[in-house]
């Protein structure tokens, strides 16, 4: 009896063993997927041709373990339209599909995924927004931006026009005409005339009360007896918000000073450029804030003992919301990361202690050092060039592995694939061939091997598709090791 329970305990051991060490293989062999469009913006009966990479998730590097890559083109409804096996030779495959003519216009998904990045959930997948749609090609190139997003009731909208005709040049000293409404109904109507390099900013004042989140500006502009049309939203917030207060390394000490940084999106998901001041327990104002860009930005705060804080929002006016930060410590470490000409980790602490610190990329151990601090301040050099680019993580714990502060940076980004393209011409006549150079080198200039992929689109139809996707470095560099949108 006692053999027969020996066994079935060096089977279970066994087991364990072989999964975990299933698991850590696993681990090395995950899979990220990208895929390069010829265009974003299609016409019905198009061709969409795309080249796909598949990446080692550990080290971004082309991967072997799959020789196949799925690709699959969903309708507006989201139902499967097309799907393609395509080869792959060291992580490189391109394929295409034709468009059907007679296909409804819409938003298109392009997945792509292999066979072993079906052991995890398809969010990891690779999607790409296309939009078929049957368009005329403009006579006028224009561009619409707004720099301020998530506006309010009597904030001031700031809209930049850009406008050239097809050969590129800024169309000058031209009128046109504007029109703002919210939901249909005219608010505001003009005559605007473009500058020296073809551009115009619009600024006009929101109504001090706001019934509806549907306001458009809509320009129009008569070139060569042709009248062409560009419209967008105004970037206005809801009346409700997501917004986040993120000390660095994740820690609030009572006496260390620290950054606060914050984000703030609509219900829309859309980012809101917020204004505000923080406020403590007592009702006094000890910092301010305002939004960066795309809703973020930070603030510096030395915290109180026994002290609580709230974010009160002044900007947009229509938010009534107020935000707590986390409790504040009396004791503890602050974790900084100084990112200037070269890295180092600034640590702060209110007592005296071993820790120790670990740097990791993709889970894999780069940096490890085990250091005594004092109390006050220490600053640590990282060699980054042992870091591959792309985000690395650094943790601070205690001898019992507790963990003290952490914090997520992005390095390298000065080590990136410089790319250049020249013509052999300036100017080319129509169906005239253009040749074209090529060349990649690191940050020192020198010469480097790089397996590439070239899409030349129509400028009329690029400046309508307006794509913000992810591109190959914010996808395998940031998208999948941090959470949220690269913008």
């Given at each position: 009896?006692?053999?027969?329970?020996?066994?079935?305990?060096?089977?279970?051991?066994?087991?364990?063993?072989?999964?975990?060490?299933?698991?850590?293989?696993?681990?090395?062999?995950?899979?990220?997927a990208?895929?390069?469009?010829?265009?974003?913006?299609?016409?019905?009966?198009?061709?969409l041709?795309?080249?796909?990479?598949?990446?080692?998730?550990?080290d971004?590097?082309?991967?072997?373990?799959?020789?196949?890559?799925?690709?699959?083109l969903?309708?507006?409804?989201?139902?499967?339209?097309?799907?393609?096996n395509?080869?792959?030779?060291?992580?490189?495959?391109?394929?295409?599909?034709?468009?059907?003519?007679?296909?409804?216009?819409?938003?298109?998904?392009?997945?792509?995924?292999t066979?072993?990045?079906?052991?995890?959930?398809?969010?990891?997948?690779?999607?790409?927004?296309?939009?078929?749609?049957?368009?005329?090609?403009p006579?006028?190139?224009?561009?619409?931006?707004?720099?301020?997003?998530?506006?309010?009731?009597?904030?001031?909208?700031?809209?930049?026009?850009?406008?050239?005709?097809?050969?590129?040049?800024?169309?000058?000293?031209?009128?046109?005409?504007?029109?703002?409404?919210?939901?249909?109904?005219?608010?505001?109507?003009?005559?605007?005339?473009t500058?020296?390099?073809?551009?115009?900013?619009f600024?006009?004042?929101?109504?001090?009360?706001?019934?509806?989140?549907?306001?458009?500006?809509?320009?129009?502009?008569?070139?060569?007896?042709?009248?062409?049309?560009?419209?967008r939203?105004?970037?206005?917030?809801?009346?409700?918000?997501?917004?986040?207060?993120?000390?660095?390394?994740?820690?609030?000490?009572?006496?260390?000073?620290?950054?606060?940084?914050f984000?703030?999106?609509?219900?829309?998901?859309?980012?809101?450029?917020?204004?505000?001041?923080?406020?403590?327990?007592?009702?006094?104002?000890?910092?301010?804030?305002?939004?960066?860009?795309?809703?973020?930005?930070?603030?510096?705060?030395?915290?109180?003992a026994?002290?609580?804080?709230?974010?009160?929002?002044?900007?947009?006016?229509?938010?009534?919301?107020?935000?707590?930060?986390m409790?504040?410590?009396?004791?503890?470490?602050?974790?900084?990361?100084?990112?200037?000409?070269?890295?180092?980790?600034?640590?702060?602490?209110?007592?005296?202690?071993?820790?120790?610190?670990?740097?990791t990329?993709?889970?894999?151990?780069?940096?490890r050092?085990?250091?005594?601090?004092?109390?006050?301040?220490?600053l640590?050099?990282?060699a980054?060039?042992?870091?591959?680019?792309?985000?690395?993580?650094?943790?601070?714990?205690?001898?019992?592995?507790?963990?003290?502060?952490?914090?997520?940076?992005?390095?390298?980004?000065?080590?990136?694939?410089?790319?250049?393209?020249?013509?052999?011409?300036?100017?080319?006549a129509?169906?005239?061939?253009?040749?074209?150079?090529?060349?990649?080198?690191?940050?020192?200039?020198?010469?480097?091997?790089?397996?590439?992929?070239?899409?030349?689109?129509?400028?009329?139809?690029?400046?309508?598709?307006?794509?913000?996707?992810?591109?190959?470095?914010?996808?395998?560099?940031?998208?999948?090791?941090?959470?949220?949108?690269?913008?």
């Amino acid at each position: 009896m006692k053999s027969r329970i020996h066994f079935l305990m060096a089977a279970l051991l066994l087991l364990i063993a072989g999964k975990a060490g299933a698991q850590k293989a696993y681990a090395s062999m995950r899979e990220k997927a990208y895929a390069h469009t010829n265009h974003v913006f299609f016409k019905p009966g198009e061709s969409l041709y795309y080249k796909i990479y598949i990446v080692n998730a550990s080290d971004n590097t082309p991967s072997n373990v799959s020789q196949v890559a799925i690709a699959e083109l969903l309708g507006p409804s989201g139902a499967l339209v097309k799907k393609r096996n395509v080869p792959l030779v060291y992580g490189r495959g391109d394929s295409g599909f034709q468009l059907d003519p007679n296909w409804p216009g819409g938003v298109y998904k392009l997945r792509i995924y292999t066979q072993w990045m079906r052991n995890e959930s398809d969010s990891l997948f690779f999607e790409k927004s296309i939009t078929v749609q049957k368009t005329i090609s403009p006579r006028v190139l224009m561009k619409l931006d707004f720099p301020a997003k998530g506006l309010g009731p009597g904030d001031e909208v700031v809209a930049d026009l850009e406008v050239r005709n097809l050969a590129g040049l800024p169309i000058r000293y031209q009128q046109g005409s504007y029109q703002v409404t919210f939901a249909g109904n005219v608010y505001r109507s003009g005559i605007f005339e473009t500058d020296e390099a073809g551009k115009c900013q619009f600024k006009l004042r929101l109504p001090d009360t706001l019934a509806t989140r549907d306001g458009l500006l809509n320009i129009s502009f008569n070139y060569n007896g042709y009248t062409e049309n560009i419209a967008r939203n105004l970037p206005l917030a809801s009346g409700q918000l997501d917004m986040q207060l993120m000390p660095e390394g994740g820690t609030l000490v009572a006496g260390l000073p620290n950054n606060i940084a914050f984000r703030a999106i609509g219900v829309d998901g859309q980012p809101v450029d917020v204004k505000g001041y923080l406020r403590d327990s007592k009702g006094k104002q000890v910092a301010t804030f305002e939004a960066y860009k795309f809703g973020m930005g930070r603030f510096i705060l030395t915290p109180e003992a026994g002290m609580t804080y709230e974010a009160v929002i002044t900007s947009p006016k229509n938010i009534q919301q107020r935000v707590g930060l986390m409790p504040v410590a009396t004791q503890g470490v602050v974790l900084n990361v100084l990112n200037d000409r070269r890295p180092s980790l600034k640590i702060l602490s209110t007592m005296e202690q071993e820790v120790l610190i670990t740097g990791t990329t993709h889970d894999k151990l780069i940096f490890r050092d085990q250091v005594r601090l004092r109390k006050g301040q220490l600053l640590i050099p990282i060699a980054d060039t042992v870091f591959p680019p792309g985000i690395a993580r650094f943790t601070l714990t205690g001898l019992d592995n507790r963990p003290l502060a952490e914090r997520v940076c992005f390095l390298g980004g000065n080590r990136l694939l410089r790319t250049r393209i020249t013509t052999d011409k300036a100017v080319y006549a129509p169906r005239e061939k253009v040749k074209l150079s090529v060349r990649t080198t690191d940050q020192q200039g020198r010469p480097l091997p790089a397996d590439l992929s070239l899409s030349v689109v129509d400028d009329k139809l690029w400046t309508m598709a307006d794509d913000r996707q992810d591109h190959l470095i914010s996808l395998v560099a940031h998208e999948q090791r941090a959470a949220g949108k690269s913008i």
